[in-house]
Each structure stands twice: as structure tokens, then as C-alpha cells.
């Protein structure tokens, strides 16, 4: 059988409308995932470097669990094991939301947060201790050494891979269909059951997804020329 | 009253004796050497007056008053007694000028302007004010060396500690050091010198100290220190390294 192409009927109308609509909804769940991540994150790994045994523990015990699953198992739990973990009143409320959406974005800012608290953490270790030396040398205290040498030359060193984790976040939000959140892997997997066209229709998302991650590596790229070249011991 | 007075001091790291029993006395402006091989104490001994080390026995006045009094805040302690590294320890995300204001501007509150114009001044001091604007990166180590110089001499000290400053440096470039820490010298300042540049030693120092095994076993005046030796251990090591 000979397969017709026909990318007009993707890239125009009803269809073109529906991959707009998945964009935008994987944009939403990637951002408002990221922001969550990095909060979580953060917090993960300031109680990883507290010394706080009990602190240490959980965050460490976070990170590993987090981190050693596999993202749609976790996605699963969320979204099926919601009923089971959260107050009944609570989940009544989340029923009249966007259910599916919250629990994605659930599952990918846990997931997501357990990688950049690791990031963070090695960030800071990664800085000699001789600058904390040298700066407390000249009487500056604890906070304000972490806060004026350590932690801006820390965050120059996170930025890049945190980017890339922003990137593997907006690219595991595609598995966010398999619970029915309309993003654009959904939308073109619609596409395809209403019109057998789904070569066009994933292409045409290959392609969006492509072209967004390109655009922001290409940013790492320019970051780590303009802004990392200063960063050396 | 000396400018600083070592009490029979011990320091351990964990099980490891390494300071055991040093008692100096360093009067205003004098120029103190400290040499010795490898592992001798000589890093720990200095860093004890900056309370970068901890000392497990014995005193340590600056000024007639102990260091490790309860009244004595470590980070004003700090901003008395300069210290430079062998590594140069600048900050690498700063320029040279904010090398140098940094700590008058968040430890002593100084105007921008103020700090900025003192931290020109010691640059030119050292020699490298056209250099202000650029990251210690693009400095050479013996650039980079004389702007932790200025740095620590930002905070005004009454003691200046420098520990083996040469060592890390290509040999072209020890004399711009070198001769920074010599007009530091002769204008006054209290130096305790970590190293073994012994034409240094020879100009400026008022005396030099031998240390092994934690221990002082030597100390005089450069001449008679070079000329004539006493322990043997002293012209086993001045053998090796003149
Ligand atoms: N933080 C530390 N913990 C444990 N041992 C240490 C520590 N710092 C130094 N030491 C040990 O103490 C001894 C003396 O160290 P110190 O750095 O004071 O010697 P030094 O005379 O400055 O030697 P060098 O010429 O190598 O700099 C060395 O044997 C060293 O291994
Ligand atoms: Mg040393």
C-alpha cells in the first residue's frame, strides 16, 4: 500500500491548531514543573549539606529513590497513588482541577529536583576550600564568604548543567500522555488516530522539540565561552 | 610590649605533634624568616596567629592580649594580621580592584569610592594599578601574587604573614614579588616570612628562624645565621638548598 503524504493537513486548520495547543501545554508543564524542581532542589541540598544527621538522611534518601526509578513508574504512582496518599478532601479538590496536569508536574519536579540538588551540591564542592580560607583570612564572616566568593562561583559552574536538566525535563514531559495531559506528544498522537497521518504529525513534533533544545544548548555553549573563561584556579 | 609573643605553643592534628613548644618573640617591625624542610611546622605555625589553625596548649599574644581571649572577635582578629598564600588565592570571578575591596567594603563597611581609591593606591604600590580591570586569570603569577599582597594589605594590618609567597612561581617573576614584600619591610611593617629566598632573607630579615620537627632549633641574625651555623641539622639544610 503506498503511503500519501500530506503535511498541509498537519501544518494548517483543526490539526495545526491542536499542535499549538500541545505546545503550549508542554511549555506550561515544563516551566511550572522547573520552577517547583528547583526550589525542591535547593532545599534538598542545603539539607544535604547541613549538618543535621536527620536532614542528611532524608534528602540523601530522596535523592537516591528519586533518581533510581524509572520517571513513568513515578508518574504512575502520582497520578494512580494520589487517592491513596493524599486527603480525600484534597483530592476531591485536584478531581475539579486539571488532575492529570498537577500530577505531572508532580512527578516531573520530584524526579527533576533529586538531579539538580546533586548539581547544586557538587557545585559547591567543586569550589577549593582555599577561597573560603582566603576570604575568611581577610574577616569575612562564614555567610558573607559563601554569599560574595563561594556560592557566584558556585551558581557560574551549575548554570550549564542545570540547563541541561531544564532540557531533560522539557523532554521526559512528553511521557506526561501516557496519564492524558494534552502536550504535544499527545496532541500528535491524536493527530495520528483521527487521521493515519502520524508520520507528518510526529515529525512535526520531532521537530518542534528539536529545535527548542538546540536553541537552549546553543545557549550553554555561549555561556560557558562568555562567562566560564574567568573561573580558573 | 612586643608585637607578638608565642607562649610554649603546641598545636596536634589529631594523634600528629605538630607544633611542640614554640615560644618567639616579634617586636614592631621587625622581620621575622622562617625556614626549614618539608613538614618541619613552619605553615602551622604562622597560620595559628590568624586563628586559621587552632592551637591545643600554650598562648599566643598580639599586642599584649591573647588571641584566644573570649573578648577577641576571630574575624577583627583577621582584618590585623594579613596573610598571603602560596597559591594566590584570588577570587576568580572578581577583577583585580574588587579583589581588593571586597573585604573593606563587607567586613568594614568602607564607601565604594573610599575603598577603590585606597585599593588603587596599594596597586600602584605593588606596581600592577594598570591592571585594575582585568580577572586574575589574565595576570601572571607574579602579577597575581602582588594583588594578594595589596589585598591583604587592604585591611590595613598591623602583621603581615606570607607563606613560602615564591614557591608556586617561575623563577623570572620571584623578584617582582620579592621586592614588594622588601619595600613592605622597610617601610615598617611586622613580617613573618615563610620561605627560602635566602638573598631575601639576607636583606631584610632581622632574624631568621630554623624549624624541624616542630620545633625551633635555631635562630640569629641573617649573618651569623648564614656564616656560622650551629646545629648541625641547620648546615645539613642550608648545604641543600644555597
Ligand atoms: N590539616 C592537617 N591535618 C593533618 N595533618 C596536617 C594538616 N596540615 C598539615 N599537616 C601535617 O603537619 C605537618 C606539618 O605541616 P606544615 O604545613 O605546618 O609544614 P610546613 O613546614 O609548612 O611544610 P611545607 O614546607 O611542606 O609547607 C606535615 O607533616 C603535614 O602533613
Ligand atoms: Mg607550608
Known amino acids: 500500500m503506498q503511503y500519501n503524504f500530506d503535511w498541509k493537513l498537519v501544518l494548517s486548520g483543526e490539526y495545526l491548531q491542536w499542535i499549538i495547543d500541545g505546545v503550549v501545554v508542554t511549555c506550561q508543564i515544563s516551566a511550572l514543573s522547573l520552577v517547583l524542581a528547583m526550589a525542591i532542589g535547593t532545599l534538598i541540598a542545603v539539607m544535604r549539606l547541613s549538618a543535621v544527621r536527620p536532614l542528611v538522611w532524608f534528602s540523601a534518601g530522596f535523592t537516591e529513590f528519586f533518581r533510581n526509578t524509572p520517571l513513568l513508574v513515578q508518574i504512575f504512582f502520582w497520578y494512580f497513588g494520589s487517592d491513596a496518599v493524599l486527603p480525600a478532601a484534597v483530592n476531591q479538590w485536584l478531581y475539579k482541577q486539571n488532575f492529570e496536569f498537577a500530577a505531572g508536574v508532580i512527578a516531573l519536579a520530584v524526579y527533576t529536583a533529586a538531579f539538580i540538588a546533586e548539581e547544586i551540591r557538587s557545585?559547591?564542592?567543586?569550589?577549593?576550600?582555599?577561597?573560603?580560607?582566603?576570604?575568611r583570612a581577610c574577616g569575612l564572616t562564614f555567610l558573607q564568604a559563601m554569599r560574595y566568593v563561594v556560592l557566584p562561583q558556585a551558581f557560574r559552574i551549575i548554570v550549564p548543567p542545570l540547563i541541561s536538566q531544564a532540557l531533560n525535563l522539557f523532554k521526559n514531559s512528553s511521557l506526561c500522555m501516557t496519564i492524558g495531559v494534552m502536550e504535544l506528544t499527545y496532541m500528535a498522537r491524536q493527530i495520528e488516530s483521527y487521521t493515519f497521518h502520524g508520520f507528518e504529525a510526529f515529525t512535526v513534533s520531532t521537530l518542534i522539540y528539536l529545535t527548542i533544545s538546540l536553541l537552549v544548548s546553543f545557549s550553554i555553549t555561549q555561556y560557558n565561552?562568555?562567562?566560564?573563561?574567568?573561573?580558573?584556579y | 610590649m612586643a608585637m607578638?609573643?608565642?607562649?610554649?605553643?603546641?598545636?596536634?592534628?589529631?594523634?600528629?605533634?605538630?607544633?611542640?613548644?614554640?615560644?618567639?618573640?616579634?617586636?614592631?617591625?621587625e622581620v621575622l624568616v622562617i625556614c626549614g624542610p618539608s613538614g618541619s611546622g613552619k605553615s602551622s605555625f604562622i597560620r595559628c596567629l590568624n586563628r586559621l589553625e587552632p592551637i591545643q596548649k600554650g598562648q599566643i599574644l598580639l599586642e599584649g592580649k591573647s588571641i584566644h581571649d573570649k573578648s577577641v572577635d576571630v574575624n577583627e582578629l583577621r582584618t590585623e594580621v594579613g596573610i598571603v598564600f602560596q597559591q594566590f588565592n584570588l577570587y576568580p570571578h572578581l577583577s583585580v580592584l574588587q579583589n581588593v575591596t571586597l573585604a573593606p567594603t563587607k567586613v568594614r563597611k568602607m564607601p565604594k569610592a573610599k575603598a577603590e581609591s585606597i585599593a588603587m593606591e596599594?596597586?600602584?604600590?605593588?606596581?600592577?594599578?594598570?591592571?585594575?580591570?582585568?580577572?586574575?586569570?589574565?595576570?601572571?603569577?607574579?602579577?597575581?601574587?602582588?594583588?594578594?599582597?595589596?589585598?591583604?594589605?587592604?585591611?590595613?594590618?598591623?602583621?603581615?604573614?606570607f607563606d613560602e609567597p615564591t614557591s608556586a612561581l617561575d623563577p623570572e617573576m620571584i623578584n617582582e614579588v620579592l621586592n614588594a614584600m622588601k619595600d613592605l619591610a622597610r617601610a615598617g611593617m611586622t613580617m613573618l616570612c615563610v620561605t627560602h629566598e635566602m638573598g631575601?632573607?639576607?636583606?631584610?630579615a632581622d632574624r631568621v628562624v630554623f624549624m624541624d620537627g616542630g620545633k625551633v632549633i635555631e635562630e640569629a641574625p641573617p649573618d651569623v645565621f648564614f656564616s656560622n651555623p650551629q646545629h648541625e641539622r641547620t648546615q645539613a639544610f642550608l648545604r641543600e638548598i644555597l
Open chain 2, 4 to 29: 607578638i609573643e608565642f607562649h610554649d605553643v603546641h598545636k596536634w592534628y589529631g594523634e600528629f605533634h605538630v607544633l611542640k613548644g614554640i615560644t618567639q618573640k616579634v617586636e614592631k617591625g
Open chain 2, 122 to 161: 596599594l596597586l600602584e604600590r605593588v606596581g600592577i594599578h594598570d591592571q585594575a580591570r582585568k580577572y586574575p586569570v589574565e595576570l601572571s603569577g607574579g602579577q597575581q601574587q602582588r594583588v594578594a599582597i595589596a589585598r591583604a594589605l587592604a585591611m590595613q594590618p598591623k602583621v603581615m604573614l
Open chain 2, 200 to 204: 631575601f632573607a639576607r636583606e631584610v
Open chain 1, 123 to 135: 557545585g559547591i564542592f567543586s569550589i577549593p576550600r582555599t577561597q573560603l580560607e582566603a576570604s
Open chain 1, 225 to 232: 565561552k562568555y562567562f566560564l573563561r574567568t573561573i580558573k
